[in-house]
């Protein structure tokens, strides 16, 4: 596909020299963390700071070669970064909260598929996994609009009929900024969003995720969140209804790991 640019950023890469693939996919910079080597190829992420209208903005540069993924619509598989591509434009189509891409393209080499995502840093954000380090440092006030921002948030994404299918703390990003009326939420990491099949069962496996990896909070954290999701998404039911399929889905994953362990 012909290489995807933002209007917005289009003159500061041209002026940095790097509206092409090949310039940002050369560019030298230190990696922001280890690669990812999961899938057989490798994936890696850096910092790129660029001058925009006279101001300098942080940006994350993906790049990976042979990081793919594959389903049946895509046997022979495609770059992890193609696929979060398309659903952070479907994310910003349907309203949902999601990054902004500065950049994207794929190319295919004799050594295989390599593709590039550049996408706005986060800055003015933390992810909750961080906000949860100091949760009960937060004013009873902030911690419930942060509960009811994710509720409503979350419900939003299932209301569009999307799965996260990996909403973990450390995808979520919030803005506590004193001068928003309310917290503000991006959510990260979409490359395994999906079109929903069995709307019931996804949206309990996406808040189990959640709420697994939130052991920080109390009965009460968890039930105000499950109360500002079901009033953002009547057609869901009660927050009792959830409460009891988020403990049956909890005791069956303990279950597993007990059999697991015991093989």
């Not at 009960?136 to 419900?155: F, K, M, N, P, Y």
């Not at 309310?182 to 099949?197: G, H, M, N, S, Y």
Request: charged fraction near 30%; proline fraction near 5%.
């Amino acid at each position: 596909m012909k290489d995807y640019i933002a209007a917005e950023y289009q003159a500061a890469l041209k002026d940095r020299g790097l509206d092409n693939f090949e310039s940002l996919w050369s560019l030298e910079l230190p990696t922001v963390d280890q690669p990812n080597t999961e899938r057989g190829g490798w994936s890696s992420v850096c910092r790129l700071e660029l001058d925009v209208n006279g101001e300098s903005l942080g940006f994350y540069l993906k790049r990976q070669s042979n990081h793919c993924s594959y389903s049946w619509l895509r046997p022979f598989g495609e770059p992890t970064f193609a696929r979060e591509f398309r659903s952070i434009r479907h994310y910003h189509k349907v309203g949902l909260p999601a990054p902004e891409v500065a950049y994207f393209a794929e190319r295919k080499i004799s050594a295989g598929k390599q593709s590039i995502l550049m996408t706005r840093a986060l800055d003015d954000f933390c992810p909750l996994s961080e906000l949860l380090l100091s949760w009960s440092g937060l004013t009873e006030t902030a911690r419930e609009q942060v509960l009811d921002s994710i509720g409503a948030t979350v419900a939003k994404m299932h209301g569009k009929r999307i799965t996260h299918h990996c909403l973990y703390p450390k995808h979520i990003f919030i803005n506590l900024s004193e001068t928003l009326p309310k917290p503000e939420l991006t959510l990260i990491d979409l490359e395994k969003a999906r079109f929903q099949l069995l709307p019931k069962r996804e949206r309990v496996a996406d808040l189990e995720a959640l709420f697994r990896r939130a052991d920080l909070w109390t009965e009460s954290d968890r039930d105000r969140l499950l109360s500002a999701y079901v009033v953002n998404l009547p057609a869901a039911g009660k927050v009792s209804d959830y409460q009891r399929l988020l403990q049956k889905r909890n005791r069956k994953k303990l279950k597993g790991k007990k059999v697991s362990c015991a093989a």
